[in-house]
């Protein structure tokens, strides 16, 4: 799986727990809307580790919860 598909399930997952909108998931971590909508389509095709950081700040969770999904133990490379 692509690094872009996993990260835009892991955030959809998220918002799905939490029950929050992508709007409020921006809100929440002082990210632009279109950041996390480009994150959520999987138009980000190399995301940066500082926005994922971000993203797991505003949720108070550990980076490393954010990771620790299945979904990342066979990331293919994008480049």
Do not use: W, Y
């Not at 959809?12 to 727990?17: A, G, L, T």
């Not at 632009?32 to 909508?37: E, L, M, P, V």
């Not at 505003?58 to 980076?63: A, D, R, S, Y």
Request: glycine share 2%; with cysteine.
């Amino acid at each position: 799986m692509k690094l872009s598909k996993a990260i835009s399930i892991k955030i959809r997952k998220i918002c799905d727990e939490k029950n929050i909108t992508p709007n409020k998931l921006a809100s929440m971590c002082c990210l632009t809307q279109s950041t996390i909508q480009n994150l959520i389509a999987g138009n980000s095709h190399n995301p940066k580790l500082l926005t994922i950081i971000r993203i797991c700040e505003g949720l108070n969770i550990p980076v490393k919860e954010f990771f620790n999904d299945e979904l990342f133990s066979s990331i293919e490379r994008e480049d």
